[in-house]
Nanobody, 126 residues
């Protein structure tokens, strides 16, 4: 059982930046593919970004491309999401997730992930 703990959320003004972290309870290297999802009030959970085992492959939702960057440090069992140029529509609870096996074509499908963190709130004010 992998435990994931997100941190780094908070309140930021439009145009600002935040860096989310996701710390895992066990080694992530060469085992888990990682994803970041978010859920705004009244909306479905949506995939934000994905990173492969070795970080050689990354994907982003169209709405965050060019603004968000995903990265991982397997030596620290941690995955990061750098979020720049934040906008009010980025507001929501951000979750990290781990998958032993998820097709790259389904990276944004939350059902493909095995473990989830508890989420961290990101609020962007206008």
């Amino acid at each position: 059982q992998v435990q994931l703990v997100e941190s780094g959320g908070g309140l930021v003004q439009s145009g600002g930046s935040l860096r989310l972290s996701c710390a895992a309870s066990e080694t992530l290297s060469s085992v888990y593919k990682m994803g970041w999802f978010r859920q705004a009030p009244g909306k479905e959970r949506e995939g934000v970004s994905y990173i492969s085992f070795t970080a050689h492959r990354t994907f982003y939702a169209d709405s965050v491309k060019g603004r968000f960057t995903i990265d991982r440090d397997n030596s620290k069992n941690t995955v990061y999401l750098q979020m720049n140029s934040l906008a009010p529509e980025d507001t929501g609870v951000y979750y990290c997730a781990a998958a032993r096996s998820v097709a790259v074509t389904s990276w944004a499908t939350w059902g493909g992930y095995d473990y989830w963190g508890q989420g961290t709130q990101v609020t962007v004010s206008s």
